[in-house]
């Protein structure tokens, strides 16, 4: 082989070396391999920073998420959603946002640009995780699905990305977050390892963030808000938190108005019986399962 061949196959194996590329399901960095536990284990919670940090990784190394800064909480952190879905679908991110506002807010489409953008669209999936801080499950639960959803090779689980755009907002409220694992951690092992923080858990509202959707008065409401109504314009909306009877609340985002009254959003209310699990202090005055159909 001449001296110029081994110069080309040289330049190209640099080439290579210099390319960006996405890694592969098994090389993927599970979260027990970067926090040293899995999240959920006993006596484990991760801080906000630690959240942010593996989901920072695995978009490095996954061509399926996306890491997007929304907002800055009330203590300066910042907000962030994380767009998970097929590679093909968050290559063209910004064009299926397009198509999700001209749903939202174009009252004159035609049938036929509906049709279209039905057609071409994907259905977008938002999930605020912990609004209530010392609610802390669905924050910690986090990386897991992001996890799952980025290393999957699972026929199904691919299908679902190929045909939705899940939004996590990882942490609500990010700065309650931090406070709620400080103080656990600062009496973990003590005989007040169980006990509440004796404060509220955000600068101003505290557990009543959730209660500021109507005036909108705090950057974290704020950041979900725009996110919601005047960017990503998702058609379902899911808030992720523990509930005493272990329900679940689904609802169609009320931004979408376009469609013809006959289109219509279903609140469903599930316990833990009908999620296929026992919980030995179910209340049995509370519905087995309520559907409530909410006009748009």
């Known amino acids: 082989m001449s001296i110029k061949n081994h110069i080309c196959i040289l330049a190209v194996l640099i080439a290579l070396a210099l390319c960006p590329v996405k890694l592969t399901a098994q090389a993927i960095e599970t979260p027990k391999a970067f926090y040293g536990f899995e999240p959920g284990d006993d006596y484990k919670l991760i801080d906000y920073k630690q959240l942010i940090d593996y989901l920072k990784l695995l978009e490095s190394q996954s061509d399926r998420l996306i890491l997007e800064e929304i907002g800055t909480s009330s203590l300066g952190q910042p907000i962030y959603v994380l767009a998970i879905s097929s590679a093909d679908n968050l290559s063209r991110l910004d064009e299926l946002k397009a198509m999700n506002r001209r749903l939202a807010l174009e009252t004159g489409l035609s049938a036929s640009e509906k049709a279209d953008i039905l057609a071409r669209g994907k259905v977008f999936v938002a999930a605020?995780?912990?609004?209530?801080?010392?609610?802390?499950?669905?924050?910690?639960?986090?990386?897991?699905?992001?996890?799952?959803?980025?290393?999957?090779?699972?026929?199904?689980?691919?299908?679902?990305?190929?045909e939705t755009v899940l939004m996590i907002i990882p942490s609500?409220?990010?700065?309650?977050?931090?406070?709620?694992v400080e103080h656990y951690r600062k009496y973990l092992g003590t005989k007040n390892e169980k006990t509440s923080l004796p404060g509220v858990y955000h600068k101003y509202v505290g557990h009543n963030i959730n209660r500021d959707f109507i005036m909108l008065t705090q950057p974290e409401n704020q950041a979900v808000s725009k996110l919601f109504s005047h960017h990503w314009f998702p058609q379902v909306a899911v808030r992720e938190t523990p509930d005493g009877c272990c329900r679940r609340a689904l609802f169609c985002a009320a931004a979408n108005r376009s469609h013809s009254r006959k289109h219509r959003c279903r609140h469903v209310e599930l316990d833990r019986h009908f999620w296929g699990t026992y919980d030995a202090t179910h209340d049995s005055r509370q519905p087995e399962r309520r559907h409530t159909e909410l006009p748009v």
């Open 128 to 162: 605020t995780m912990s609004m209530h801080s010392n609610e802390v499950g669905p924050s910690q639960s986090v990386p897991l699905i992001a996890y799952e959803l980025a290393s999957t090779t699972e026929a199904e689980k691919l299908r679902w990305l190929d």
């Open 172 to 180: 609500h409220n990010p700065d309650g977050q931090d406070m709620v």
